[in-house]
């Protein structure tokens, strides 16, 4: 259980990186969204210990992970958005070691764990080639072994499918998707589709703030029978009266999702809800 | 419209890359780092003022321009190589390459920019050394006028080639491989080559072979400078502009030339196409394994890794990190290399030969520079590379604890450091082997190298991981461990010498093949404590400090409590070291008592004005010394026999005592003291009854020196030696009896020679004593007390050594477990002798004519009989040539090196270890054996016959009738080739020293104490004459002159006597100029201008001769006068084969010859014979043109 209690933090330039955070987690899938500048990334590194909030708490089954962080990092697997790795290290060394920094021993024991957890994320035939030679899904799938050492209850994994290519980006999905048992993972992306495919509970953030929460089904079910969806010429403005969800140009053709009790006028019909509206309602200004 | 707009992309490209450059703190960190350094350098050198040598002077501004140079691989790397790396390293390459951006913009425009910038802050140096020069308060002889050319051209000959070469060389290797290590690995082969290049050329012996080579090779142009100037005087070192001539411009050609092709080479074969650049098909990425089911099963089982096995593996991945990459390899085959190279370079001090402790001195000189710059490298590598290659959030979020990031990649450096020692050990014992040396000594050479080399490499290890760790910037942490590294030179200057403030520093203690560390180590090691504590500290410091993201950890208030007891351990460690090494150095022994130069002075300041008191001389000396190696400390018990020849009644007796030694107990028949000094250790005694002219008189005192007591300060810096020149040593002491007896009256030993000293020192300029003033010929020349007398001396010494001394032996015996040795000796200087101690072997050659006894340190019998042989060949030569021995027997001894001192005293010749004893046997060695031979037989034959006078020039009569007869040894010994190769050697190497003393050359007939030309231009003066008048009346003349004062006790003897013979010997139209030789300051320079070939009659050539033959009189501090040529200049004419054809004659003032030679001419070599001494010998010959050639222009 993850307890994050009013978390503050400004940084010196004056943005308001997280603007009262204040959220409970139980094990599963946490899916993070929102646009880029929104905190998420600020909000993982300090559940990572890697920054101080201004103020606020975290426990992380009952640790306080702003006191102890020594004794946090022992229950926490991080995965940032960007990161590398020694390109002249063998994957199996490479997971030995990180295995090492996290106290495991003795070294059989860390060989053997190496190979356990590069079967799960399916490296293990590539356990010998050097890091430099892996492509961008397999140093991500790396990332989540190193995460998944010492079975951590908070799994914090930033962008996990960012450039990856659809096949990737699949195998992926598949993996994070094994990993929630009794664990929390916090997930954050802004690819709406890894959220849906994942994420027993999905949260919006914006400017700091967290602005929208629930269950993918109860956020849908607060827009049903209200999306209209219709189409207008590309260059045709938009009306300003109307709470316009999203627009696409396709072919020329402009197709406009908008938010509305009731029909917003003639060349719109009803659409079903999806979590793309779930988030630009969220973060869209009105 | 084209080119304006490509001349205005150029100026934008050439605008970003400037501002991307001067926004990086590093520019302002390396500009700041080369002011500091220009300025602190120029400052402390001013303020020690050495000699008259001007520090702003134009040669030294090239050499020290040339020093900071290798300095300028920091600023290449950092700008130029990072030019190259910049956007590989942030992944922007493939957006740039992309577009159509040309090479030469890409490319060539950023290196011109990394360039102009690299340039512009290593040139912080040049305000730095011009602020340090204008400093206030520098001594007035290290300033000279201030040259602006001097600077500029510097900078146009070195700096700005320098910059180009090492500038290219660093593009050569980051453009390929988009490392930064690879450039700085570059950069620490370049040190390391030219290390070893310094050694191998040589440290106090030159190999001019290797110079001239080295002249080339040395991108740097040190060496080529330095055959420019090898010759130069203080005058010309002090006023003449370095030339863009000779081997300096071919050296700037070469190397701008190799840059340049690197330069261009890299250039060439860099692609635009990003996937392509190597020449091989796109990497394609390793394809994913086939998907398939996960594996679903639980984890093993795994415990908690102990904290000892953690650390362990994590510092194994570290160091497997740092030993497997290709760059360490590299540097480790470069370095094996260059340490073979630099062994080599051992041979330069004193022909030694390769044994351990040597050799480890010359490695530790290597390893000054280069381990330091692995270590400044790797330390930045290990602890930047995670952030680098973008690993470190995650590393850091991690449950590892700090001290296990911190730990394991200080032991990665300890392990760097302890690879390149171990290797080092094995280096140095192959390249024994390769020199057939076979006594490997290995526990030395391991306790040399890491027990006394090694700590210092540690302790900065520790402080560059701290740095790093503490500033968080990696240039600054850098910059901040060059400043510490280097802060001993302004500490230096401040009189600071302390080591408890240098960091890392332990000590000066050197090893002696006789006495091992001497007892040195106690001190050293707690000096080692010291830092080691110090270090223990920083290393706490260090893991509590270590960032965990942008966490700043508050260091006392997050330390665990262990952290906060070893903090408190630490502290404390450090006070209990560093408070039993001040209460050593600064109470229990006088923390930088007055070095030699201020005693000296002090004394002078005091006493002088008793200097021309008549006092009494020791006709007969009887003592008893006791010395106790064990203890290092001697009592000596005595009694003079003192006369009154002043020819009046003597009313005072003053004794003086050299420093370190205890006067304990002095009676004086009928005196008393009336006043003490012991601190500066003189002393009046008036007598109650004056002493009659004639009247003799007893004086009877005890002396001794104490043991000594904890340890001292021991540093280069001070003027204080590391064992004193009376000390008793553990094994091999040589004990000179000035130094340990009372000397009666103001001795003039004390005195600074040098005007710039003495002008430092508050002296009055010098007066010299003249031939018969008060203080001229009736009193002798340096141990001025002691005349023509008897001396009866018992020496004893601990039961496991040998006790020698000068004099003929009367018994050997031992007594209450202590050796004992009673010897007598009369004649001149029988008061003065050395005594010896130490677990000698002993060989004697009792068949030669006069026979010899060894005593030596039982590890050098190599040379030891052909020591023996040598000196009984010589002691035979100098017989027929000079007439008897004054003395019965040879003894030749070793000694300790620690004097600094060679003893001759009645046919006793002390040697130290550091020369002939341990010298290779290849020929240089051997002649450089013979040659201390030769010099100290010819101090004791002389010396045992007559007494020079106090008065100038006195020195030379024993300097250079020493030489000379040596010489004429060797001439006997060797061929007319060899002979020829070794007068030129000598002739080089005393020019090259001439322009590096720190006084004004006088002419042989003022000579004071200034030995180099007393012995080596007395010695060529000699051979000039002897050209001139011949051999035979040369030696006829010395043997006039020794009989005329040997076996009389007055008058004494001087170099006007000396010369007065030889002129009697002489004929009388070259009186006048032989004349001229002692009085003037006299070498050459001839040319041969041009040598033309025509046929002549009946087969024969007609050579057409122009030379030009100069006679330079030298005033001051070598400033150069022509005067009219003086003797005739001998010519040789030559054939192809080297065969002399002819020798005819120049006459003095003659300029053109035309010779008819039979046999076809080659060559034309002035001075065939080496006897003019000439700086410059490059002019001498020169081959022979035919006349048609000539005038076709060839």
């Not at chain 2, 605008?15 to 602190?40: Q, S, T």
């Not at chain 2, 302390?498 to 106690?522: Q, R, T, V």
């Not at chain 2, 004429?968 to 010994?973: A, C, D, G, I, P």
């Not at chain 2, 030559?1134 to 003095?1148: F, K, N, Q």
Request: aromatic content about 10%; glycine content about 8%; proline content about 6%.
């Amino acid at each position: 259980m993850l307890e994050v209690r009013h978390l503050n933090k400004r940084y010196a330039n004056g943005v308001k990186a997280l603007d009262d955070i204040d959220v409970r987690l139980a094990p599963g899938v946490f899916g993070l969204l929102g646009p880029n500048g929104a905190g998420k990334s600020s909000l993982m590194r300090t559940l990572a210990t890697l920054q101080l909030p201004d103020s606020g708490s975290i426990r992380l089954d009952g640790v306080d992970v702003l006191a102890h962080p020594d004794e946090a990092r022992k229950r926490i697997g991080y995965l940032p958005q960007e990161f590398g790795l020694y390109p002249h290290v063998s994957a199996q060394a490479m997971l030995e070691q990180f295995a090492l920094y996290k106290g495991v021993g003795p070294a059989r024991a860390r060989r053997d764990l190496a190979h356990h957890l590069l079967q799960q994320v399916n490296l293990y035939d590539a356990r010998e080639r050097h890091l430099g030679g892996f492509s961008g899904g397999m140093r991500q799938r790396l990332g989540i072994a190193q995460a998944l050492i010492g079975d951590p209850a908070l799994l914090i994994i930033d962008e996990p499918t960012a450039g990856l290519d659809p096949g990737e980006r699949m195998r992926l999905q598949n993996l994070l998707a094994e990993l929630a048992g009794e664990r929390v993972v916090l997930l954050s992306t802004h690819i709406v589709e890894d959220v849906q495919a994942l994420a027993t509970e999905v949260g919006v953030m914006r400017a700091g703030r967290l602005v929208r929460r629930g269950r993918p089904a109860d956020l849908l079910g607060e827009l049903r029978g209200r999306v209209w969806s219709g189409r207008q010429n590309a260059g045709d403005p938009l009306d300003p009266d109307r709470h316009v969800i999203s627009r696409r140009v396709l072919g020329g053709v402009q197709h406009v999702r908008v938010l509305a009790d009731a029909c917003p006028g003639p060349g719109f019909h009803a659409a079903d809800a999806d979590l793309d509206d779930v988030f630009f309602t969220a973060i869209g200004t009105h | 419209m084209c080119a304006a707009a490509s001349y205005g992309d150029i100026r934008a490209l050439l605008r970003f890359e400037f501002g991307y450059h001067f926004r990086r703190p590093v520019f302002w960190v390396v500009l700041g780092i080369f002011a500091l350094l220009g300025f602190a350098d120029a400052y402390s050198n001013g303020s020690r003022g050495n000699a008259f040598f001007f520090i702003n002077s134009p040669s030294q501004i090239f050499q020290t321009t040339i020093w900071y140079g290798l300095f300028s691989v920091l600023a290449a790397t950092a700008f130029v190589a990072e030019s190259c790396v910049r956007d590989a390293r942030v992944g922007i390459e493939s957006l740039i390459l992309a577009t159509p951006v040309s090479k030469f913009r890409y490319f060539g425009l950023r290196f011109l920019a990394a360039f102009l910038v690299g340039l512009l802050a290593f040139s912080g140096y040049l305000p730095g050394m011009i602020a340090g020069s204008l400093m206030p308060g520098l001594s007035p002889y290290a300033i000279g006028p201030f040259r602006a050319d001097a600077y500029v051209a510097s900078y146009l000959l070195i700096t700005l080639p320098n910059l180009c070469v090492v500038s290219a060389f660093a593009f050569a290797l980051a453009a390929p491989s988009r490392s930064m290590v690879v450039a700085y690995a570059g950069a620490i082969v370049l040190v390391m080559i030219y290390i070893a290049a310094m050694l191998l050329v040589g440290v106090e012996q030159l190999d001019y072979d290797m110079l001239d080579l080295w002249s080339l090779a040395d991108p740097f142009a040190y060496f080529a400078l330095e055959s420019q100037t090898l010759a130069w005087t203080v005058h010309q070192h002090n006023t003449l502009m370095p030339e863009l001539s000779g081997r300096l411009l071919a050296n700037r050609a070469l190397w701008l030339t190799l840059a340049a092709g690197a330069w261009l080479f890299t250039y060439r074969r860099f692609d635009m196409r990003p996937e392509r650049r190597d020449g091989k098909p796109a990497r394609t990425p390793a394809q994913p394994p086939a998907g398939g089911a996960l594996a679903s099963r639980a984890p093993p089982p795994a415990g908690r890794a102990s904290t000892w096995s953690l650390l362990w593996s994590a510092t194994c991945f570290e160091t497997s990190m740092v030993l497997r990459s290709r760059v360490f390899l590299m540097l480790t085959a470069c370095g094996l290399v260059s340490l073979f190279f630099a062994a080599a370079g051992s041979r330069s001090f004193e022909h030694s030969d390769p044994s351990t402790d040597i050799l480890i001195h010359t490695a530790s000189m290597y390893f000054d520079y280069v381990l330091f710059a692995i270590i400044v490298v790797y330390a930045a590598e290990l602890m930047w590379r995670d952030r680098d290659v973008g690993i470190a959030s995650v590393l850091q979020a991690t449950p590892a604890p700090s001290w296990l990031f911190v730990l394991s990649r200080l032991g990665a450096l300890f392990a760097v450091i302890t690879l390149n020692l171990l290797m080092c050990m094995a280096v140095l014992a192959v390249y024994q082997v390769t020199q057939g040396y076979y006594r490997f000594e290995p526990g030395l050479s391991a306790f040399m190298l890491f027990a006394v080399n090694g700590p210092y490499f540690y302790f900065i290890a520790v402080l560059a991981v701290f740095l790093h760790v503490a500033v968080r910037h990696k240039y600054a942490a850098i910059a901040l461990l060059l400043l510490i590294a280097l802060l001993q030179i302004p500490l230096d200057a401040m009189g600071l010498h302390h080591k408890i403030l240098h960091f890392g520093e332990s000590g000066d203690i050197g090893y002696s093949p006789m006495n091992g560390f001497g007892g040195l180590l106690n001190g050293y090691f707690w000096y080692v404590a010291y830092w080691a504590a110090v270090c223990g500290v920083l290393v706490v410091l260090a893991c509590l400090l270590w960032p965990r993201g942008a966490v700043r950890p508050r260091v006392w208030r997050d330390a665990s409590r262990r952290s906060r007891l070893l903090l408190a351990g630490g502290a404390l460690a450090i006070c209990a070291a560093g408070g039993w090494i001040v209460y050593n150095t600064a109470v229990l022994n006088p923390f930088e008592p007055p070095g030699k130069d201020l005693t000296g002075a002090q004394f002078e300041r005091l006493f002088k004005r008793y200097e021309h008191l008549p006092m009494p001389v020791v006709v007969d000396t009887r003592v008893a010394v006791d010395m106790h190696p064990s203890q290092q400390r001697f009592v000596a018990h005595g009694r003079y026999v003192l006369e009154n020849r002043s020819g009046r009644p003597l009313t005072e007796v003053h004794v003086a005592t050299y420093m370190n030694l205890r006067l304990t107990r002095l009676d004086l028949e009928g005196a008393r003291l009336i006043e003490a000094h012991p601190q500066w250790g003189y002393y009046i005694y008036r007598l109650a009854t004056p002493l009659p002219p004639g009247a003799r008189t007893e004086m009877t005192f005890v002396t001794r020196s104490d043991a000594p007591r904890g340890f001292r300060n021991q540093s280069d810096s001070d003027d204080l030696p590391l064992f004193a020149a009376n000390d008793v040593v553990g094994n091999g002491s040589a004990l000179y009896s000035p130094f340990i007896l009372p000397v009666i009256g103001y001795t003039r030993l004390v005195e600074h020679q040098e005007a710039w000293k003495r002008a430092k020192l508050g002296l009055p300029p010098l007066q010299a004593a003249q031939g018969g003033a008060p203080g001229g010929p009736q009193r002798p020349h340096f141990v001025s007390h002691v005349v023509w007398g008897a001396a009866d001396v018992t020496v004893s010494t601990d039961a496991d050594q040998t006790p020698v001394a000068s004099g003929h032996e009367l018994k050997r015996w031992q007594q209450g477990g202590r050796n004992y040795l009673r010897v007598r000796s009369e004649g001149p200087h029988a008061g003065v002798f050395t005594l010896y101690s130490a677990r000698y072997r002993q060989q004697v050659l009792e068949d030669a004519a006069l026979p010899v006894e060894l005593f030596h340190h039982p590890a050098h019998a190599g040379n030891a009989a052909f020591m023996g042989q040598q000196l009984a060949g010589l002691a035979d030569f100098y017989r027929k040539r000079f007439g008897a021995a004054p003395f019965d027997r040879l003894r030749l001894v070793e000694f300790a090196y620690y004097p600094g001192m060679v003893f001759w005293d009645s046919g006793t010749l002390g040697l130290p270890e550091a020369l002939a004893w341990k010298a290779r046997r290849d020929a240089a060695g051997e002649d450089a054996i013979v040659g201390w031979l030769g010099y100290l037989l010819g101090h004791a034959w002389w010396e045992g016959r007559i007494i020079a006078a106090e008065a100038p020039g006195s020195l030379v009569i024993r300097e250079s009738l020493s030489a000379y007869a040596t010489n004429l040894y060797r001439r006997e010994m060797h061929g007319r080739e060899r002979f020829l190769q070794i007068k030129q050697g000598q002739m080089r190497d005393f020019f090259r020293a001439l322009g590096r003393v720190d006084f004004a050359e006088p002419a042989l007939a003022d000579v004071g104490n200034e030995v180099l030309i007393a012995r080596y231009k007395g010695q060529m003066m000699l051979e000039l004459i002897e050209a001139q008048i011949g051999q035979p009346a040369l030696l006829a003349a010395i043997r006039q002159f020794l009989d005329t004062h040997s076996g009389a006790d007055r008058p004494y003897a001087t170099l006007a006597g000396l010369r007065d013979a030889i002129l009697a010997h002489s004929p009388d139209a070259l009186r006048p100029r032989i004349h001229a030789l002692f009085h003037d300051v006299v070498s050459y320079r001839h040319e041969v201008v041009s040598a033309t070939l025509s046929p002549g009659q009946a087969g024969a050539y007609r050579l057409a001769l122009q030379v030009r033959t100069r006679r330079l009189v030298a005033q001051g501090l070598g400033r150069q006068i022509d005067s009219a040529m003086d003797f005739p200049l001998p010519v040789d004419i030559r054939d192809e084969s080297g065969r002399t054809l002819l020798r005819t004659t120049v006459a003095p003032g003659q300029h053109a010859l035309d010779i008819a030679v039979t046999g076809r001419p080659h060559s034309v070599v002035l001075d065939p014979d080496a006897v003019f001494p000439s700086a410059d010998r490059s002019g001498l010959a020169r081959r022979v043109m035919p006349a048609t050639a000539v005038r076709a222009g060839l």
